[in-house]
C-alpha cells in the first residue's frame, strides 16, 4: 500500500505515483492533503484506505485521512481505554513516604562510634547528622533549674571567661575529644565560664558543621548547665559561651560556707 500526503501534489508528481503503483500492483490511498494525487477512477486507487499506527494496522473511517489525522486517532483511542475510569479527588492532603531504615553501612559507622565511645569513655557522640546551625546563626540553650537572670548574663558576656579553647582547623573527630578533655578538666579546676571558639564555618563544604557538633556536645553533656553565641565584641556566631555545674568539691566547700554562716547567725 503506498500511503500518499500532499508532498506527491507539490512536487506534480501525480504521473509518476500512478507509474509506480501500476508497477508494483499496489493500491494507493492518500491524506485530505494529497488528494487528487492519483485519480479516483484509477485501478490502484484503494477502495478501503489504511494509515499505519504502531504496533498495530488499523483501518481508518471512510475517506482519506489528513496529517493530523494520526494525533487525533491517538486522541480517541485513549479516551476509549480511559473510559470508566475516574480521576482521583485531591483531599488537600499531603503524603510522606515512611523514612527508609539506615543502610547497612549507617549501621555499622553508627556501631562503631558507639563501640569507640564506649572504649574511651568520651560520653559525647558523633551521629551522622545534627541539628544544624547556620554560620551566622545566634544560638543558646539553657537546662532546667537555671535561672533566667544567669541566663541573661552569660548571653550578654557578662561572666568572666575562665578557659578558651580554640578548634580552628580541627578535624571533627579531634574537635570531639578535645572538647570533652576540655570541659572535663575545667570543672576539675572549679572553672564556671568558657569559652570555645569553632568558627563560623561559612566556607566549609558543609557551612557550620563543626559548630553545629560543638552545640550539640555542650547539648549532651551533663555538666553545661547553658551556653550561648558570644556578644559581637567576643567573637559574636563563631564563639559559644559555656556554663558549667560546680564541681563536686566546690559545692562541698559552699555548702560548708553556708552552714558555718548559718551558726554564727544563730
Same mark, same amino acid.
Given at each position: ?15 509518476? *505515483? ?43 473511517? &471512510? ?25 482521583? $479527588? ?36 558523633? @551521629? ?14 539553657? $537546662? ?11 548571653? /550578654?558576656?557578662?561572666? &568572666? ?5 580554640? /578548634?580552628?582547623?580541627?578535624?571533627? *573527630?579531634?574537635?570531639? &575529644? ?30 557550620? *558543621? ?11 553533656? @551533663?555538666?553545661? *548547665? ?26 562541698? $566547700?559552699?555548702? &560548708? ?10
Amino acid at each position: 500500500v503506498f500511503i500518499c500526503g500532499g508532498g506527491v501534489v507539490i512536487a506534480g508528481a501525480e504521473a509518476a *505515483l500512478a507509474t509506480l503503483a501500476e508497477a508494483f500492483d499496489a493500491p494507493v490511498a492518500t491524506t485530505i492533503s494529497g488528494q487528487g494525487s492519483i485519480a479516483d477512477d484509477h485501478p490502484a486507487t484503494a477502495t478501503a484506505p489504511y494509515f499505519v499506527y504502531y504496533p498495530h494496522k488499523v483501518p481508518c473511517p &471512510e475517506g482519506a485521512m489528513n496529517d493530523h489525522d494520526d494525533d487525533l486517532f491517538r486522541d480517541d483511542l485513549f479516551r476509549k481505554e480511559m473510559t470508566g475510569v475516574a480521576p482521583l $479527588k485531591d483531599d488537600g492532603r499531603v503524603r510522606l513516604s515512611r523514612p527508609q531504615p539506615p543502610s547497612l553501612a549507617q549501621q555499622q559507622r553508627r556501631a562503631a562510634a558507639t563501640a569507640r565511645a564506649a572504649r574511651d569513655g568520651n560520653p559525647l557522640t558523633l @551521629p551522622e547528622f545534627v541539628r544544624e546551625a547556620g554560620p551566622h546563626d545566634i544560638v543558646g540553650q539553657k $537546662k532546667n533549674g537555671v535561672q533566667e537572670g544567669v541566663f541573661r548574663k552569660l548571653r /550578654l558576656g557578662k561572666y &568572666e571567661t575562665q578557659a578558651h579553647l580554640d /578548634l580552628h582547623r580541627v578535624r571533627l *573527630l579531634d574537635a570531639r &575529644e578535645q572538647v570533652f578533655r576540655f570541659l572535663q578538666e575545667a570543672q576539675a579546676q572549679g572553672l564556671r565560664t568558657v569559652q570555645i571558639s569553632h568558627g563560623k564555618g561559612q566556607h566549609s563544604e558543609r557551612p557550620g *558543621l563543626l559548630k553545629s557538633y560543638v552545640l550539640h556536645w555542650l547539648a549532651e553533656y @551533663p555538666e553545661v *548547665l547553658a551556653f550561648h553565641s558570644a556578644p559581637q565584641n567576643q567573637g559574636g556566631a563563631g564563639v559559644t559561651l559555656a556554663l558549667l555545674k560546680k564541681s563536686s568539691d566546690a559545692r562541698q $566547700k559552699n555548702r &560548708e560556707f553556708f552552714y558555718e554562716r548559718s551558726r554564727a547567725q544563730r
